[in-house]
């Protein structure tokens, strides 16, 4: 007797679609705010995805909290539907005080996934290297741009 293996069905992946990219905004925090479009959370998913090949990533909330109080530049990228709020609330202002530009993107899981993680992430810092350097100044020019929460 052998064991049938049953095949699992093939999902697109998020944000593929307009309606799975409001089904995801639908579950962002109050204080996701500048909060990316469509367009620009695929363009820092590409960035994050290239930063993460060539190791140019901090990933998570002690890492990424040590690295700006050490006065490392980078976009600072946040998950929109992180739980309990308060995980990393502290994260904007400190990017607040030390200019730095950061932005929301829609899922906790997209941005693990873009960083080569089979674990959701809620916050992930990209640093600049030449070899993704057209990407980043883009992802930077359209984040800096964004209007910031009063």
């Not at 639908?26 to 996701?32: L, R, T, W």
């Not at 998913?45 to 050490?70: M, T």
């Amino acid at each position: 007797m052998t064991k049938v293996k049953k095949e699992k069905p093939v999902e697109e992946e998020t944000g593929g679609t307009e309606k799975s990219y409001q089904e995801l905004i639908a579950n962002v925090n109050p204080i996701a705010n500048p909060l990316a479009s469509r367009k620009l959370s695929k363009k820092l998913y590409k960035c994050v995805k290239k930063a993460a090949k060539v190791k140019q990533i901090r990933r998570g909330v002690k890492e990424v909290q040590k690295f700006i109080n050490k006065g490392e530049k980078g976009i600072v990228v946040f998950a929109g539907d992180t739980l309990p709020i308060e995980v990393y609330c502290h994260l904007p202002i400190m990017c607040e005080d030390r200019n730095m530009p950061y932005a929301y993107v829609p899922s906790k899981v997209d941005l693990g996934s873009s960083a080569g993680s089979k674990r959701p992430t809620c916050v992930i810092m990209i640093k600049p290297h030449d070899e993704y350097k057209e990407a980043y100044d883009e992802c930077l020019e359209e984040v800096t741009s964004l209007p910031k929460p009063i």
